[in-house]
């Protein structure tokens, strides 16, 4: 089975400091890969996803992700974070029957 | 831009109850989907549905649930009797052809109570 695992269930950052959030995938067959955000009291918006076709993947708000197979890795990375990016971001994998799976989520704390 | 819709924002029911939760996935997305997420912790899938039909669901999904089309628009989720552990949100989600490869759009969920 498909799952993904995000390590650091928080992040505080301080605001123009580089954002890292962690994820790492198991699956059996090529991923697809997708980063979610999440603001308070709102539902899930796509951030960026990766389906094979270029290992560094460019989203909105000035994130973007990087697949590595050999770390089975998808990391989320802001070079510079701004107070508007605090939030919970989830990373999930794409399952074979169309469903989702969802890592716990990062807490994202920007500090002024 | 096209969205999900659902239906109401908060549902108090007491438990028991049946509930029915509603959404009204983009127009021309093929697949459909239930999440849950209880308070503070992460989304959790629940069902997908594609040609009318359930095509995944967890092991969360059991007897309890169900899910309906039952027109051209609208996407349910059916709780029959309701306990006091369905508290949570509930996010329904759509995306077009290409199934797992294609990004969900989530709708705002609706929070469901059960007292």
């Known amino acids: 089975a498909q799952s993904v695992t995000q390590l650091g269930s928080h992040v505080s950052v301080s605001e123009g400091a580089l954002v890292l959030l962690r994820c790492n995938y198991s699956s059996s067959v090529p991923p697809y890969l997708f980063w979610y955000v999440q603001y308070p009291n709102q539902g899930l918006q796509l951030l960026l996803k990766y389906t094979s076709a270029a290992t560094l993947v460019k989203g909105i708000n000035g994130f973007e992700a990087e697949f590595k197979k050999s770390e089975t890795s998808f990391h989320l990375t802001k070079p510079s974070a701004h107070m508007s990016d605090a939030a919970e971001y989830f990373c999930a994998v794409g399952g074979n029957n169309n469903d989702m799976r969802f890592g716990a989520g990062t807490r994202l704390t920007v500090k002024p | 831009e096209p969205e999900v819709t659902q239906t109401p924002s908060h549902q108090v029911t007491q438990m028991g109850q049946e509930v029915i939760l509603r959404c009204v996935p983009i127009s021309n997305h093929l697949y459909f989907y239930w999440y849950r997420q209880i308070l503070g912790q992460k989304v959790e899938f629940l069902v997908s549905f594609y040609n009318n039909e359930i095509s995944e669901k967890s092991e969360i999904f059991d007897d309890q649930f169900s899910v309906e089309r039952p027109d051209g628009s609208n996407f349910t989720l059916k709780i029959r009797s309701t306990k006091l552990e369905d508290s949570a949100m509930y996010f329904c989600?759509?995306?077009?052809?290409?199934?797992?490869?294609?990004?969900?759009?989530f709708g705002d969920g609706t929070r469901l109570s059960i007292l």
């Open positions: 989600a759509s995306s077009g052809p290409g199934g797992s490869n294609q990004p969900q759009h």
